[in-house]
């Protein structure tokens, strides 16, 4: 049988320099992506080709932070920028 009022105290590893700046730009980059997407879907002057161009960027920008990951960028940002087109200006 165990003890009476026993705990057992567990400790969070403290992150590692470099899992904090992912981190940090993975805040950084959903916050640009999501900006993207408010202008595209809020500005009512903005034109299809400025929105494309909007959208390039933002995907250069996030290969640049984060080099190799184009996978991950057409699984996750990609749908949601083409649903958005296709929202916006009736497109994809």
Not at 27 to 33: A, E, G, L, N
Not at 44 to 69: C, E, H, N, Y
């Amino acid at each position: 049988m165990g003890a009476i009022g026993a705990t057992t105290i567990t400790t969070k590893p403290l992150a590692t320099p470099e899992a904090l700046e992912e981190q940090r730009l993975i805040r950084r980059m959903q916050m640009m992506m999501n900006m993207v997407m408010q202008v595209i879907a809020q500005d009512p002057m903005l034109t299809v080709d400025d929105a494309s161009q909007m959208i390039a960027d933002a995907r250069t920008a996030a290969l640049t932070m984060f080099p190799g990951k184009e996978l991950a960028y057409d699984l996750i940002w990609k749908p949601r920028f083409q649903r958005l087109m296709l929202e916006r200006f009736r497109i994809m």
